[in-house]
């Protein structure tokens, strides 16, 4: 739906498209990190793009695989209706990302989700702090290595409490 | 308690004690008084924090209408109510609001675990909730249910009232130095 926009993208940048699909009508582009800020401002301020509403940012978490994590980016065009999926790799070793705070003041308290959930810190924040978890939380509940029974209470639990029950068996994948 | 200075309806079989009920007047315990006070005067302090509310707003509002039981009135502060609600999903970042609000509460006290998430942390198994509240504070009793219907509510208020009705130490007071008197 959206592949004019990703023409648009690869002519003005083409180093920087590392890859672009389409699935069911909705497009994706993979860009390079170092690039990423630049090809966002692009889409949002070209006239021929004018993707002006920022949807969504998360982060996803691909243990093995080599950049580790990616960034993914949702938007839209408000007057065409178009929309455009991009994704950018970032890698465990640095783990920082280029922040979109400067385009929308909306993606600050997503960004700060993506960091408290994934790790991921952003460059550029304002104020890159936890916003569903407590400052005491130790690690990132989101990544696909934090151990799921692992507890961070803030209140003691108490000692004559009923006894915990066993976790779910692990299973084989 | 009903009788106190009732006298028999002519013709009908006598209301209390014969002898005592003629006589215009009673006697009893202290303790078996004020345990049949609060039981019918329990004020609660609603802890909400989930979708338990709506089976909670069902069960006070009219079709179910818990004020029959004399639990009607939400008291917005801990340190006015008798019986805690924790209705719903307690996180550990709420978990220490919870405990204060426990702790302002005046004795003697009582908490009700409203729904599977309260009781045991239900189906959130996860690192930020609560595996149930009686982790953190003491609890009478547990209403299980996803939610529980008000029908379930009402049976976990009866039997809230029936311990409290006996005079039985609440979980609180069982945890005190010298626990061995009776509540009163």
Redesign the interface.
């Known amino acids: 739906m959206a592949q004019r926009i990703v023409d648009l993208v690869r002519a003005r940048f083409p180093q920087a498209v590392l890859e672009a699909h389409a699935f069911r009508g909705d497009d994706t582009i993979v860009v390079r990190r170092e690039d990423y800020l630049e090809v966002v401002r692009f889409l949002k301020d070209s006239p021929g793009t004018a993707m002006d509403f920022f949807v969504d940012l998360t982060c996803v978490d691909w243990p093995g695989r080599r950049p580790r994590f990616d960034v993914v980016l949702h938007l839209k065009a408000w007057r065409s209706s178009e929309r455009l999926r991009v994704k950018v790799g970032v890698p465990e070793e640095d783990c920082t990302c280029p922040s979109l705070t400067g385009l929308w003041p909306a993606a600050n308290w997503f960004e700060r989700e993506a960091f408290d959930m994934y790790g991921v810190r952003f460059v550029g924040h304002p104020d890159l702090r936890r916003i569903l978890l407590y400052d005491e939380f130790q690690g990132h509940p989101l990544r696909k290595d934090y151990p799921k029974e692992k507890r961070q209470p803030l209140v003691p639990m108490r000692e004559d409490a009923p006894p915990q029950p066993p976790p779910f068996p692990e299973r084989p994948h | 308690m009903g009788g106190v200075g009732d006298r028999p309806p002519a013709g009908g079989p006598p209301s209390g004690p014969v002898g005592v009920a003629q006589a215009g007047w009673l006697t009893t315990r202290l303790d078996p008084l004020l345990a049949w006070a609060r039981r019918w005067s329990l004020f609660q302090y609603p802890f909400v924090t989930a979708c338990c509310a709506m089976e909670f707003m069902s069960t006070m509002c009219a079709h179910f209408d818990l004020s029959r039981f004399g639990a009607e009135i939400p008291r917005w502060s801990p340190r006015q109510s008798d019986v805690l609600w924790v209705v719903g999903t307690i996180v ?2 709420q ?2 609001a919870l ?1 204060r609000v426990y702790e302002q509460m005046c004795e003697p006290k009582w908490v009700v675990a409203f729904g599977t998430c309260a009781a ?1 942390g239900g189906f959130y ?4 909730v ?3 509240i ?5 609890c009478d009793v547990y209403i299980p249910g996803c939610p529980p219907r008000p029908e379930a509510v009402i049976e976990g208020l009866m039997l809230l009232q029936e311990k409290v009705g006996r005079g039985e130490l609440s979980r609180w007071q069982q ?1 005190q130095p010298g626990a061995g008197r009776q509540a009163g």
């Open positions: 550990h970042k978990a220490p405990r045991v198994d996860n690192y930020s609560v595996q149930g009686d982790k953190i504070i003491p945890r």
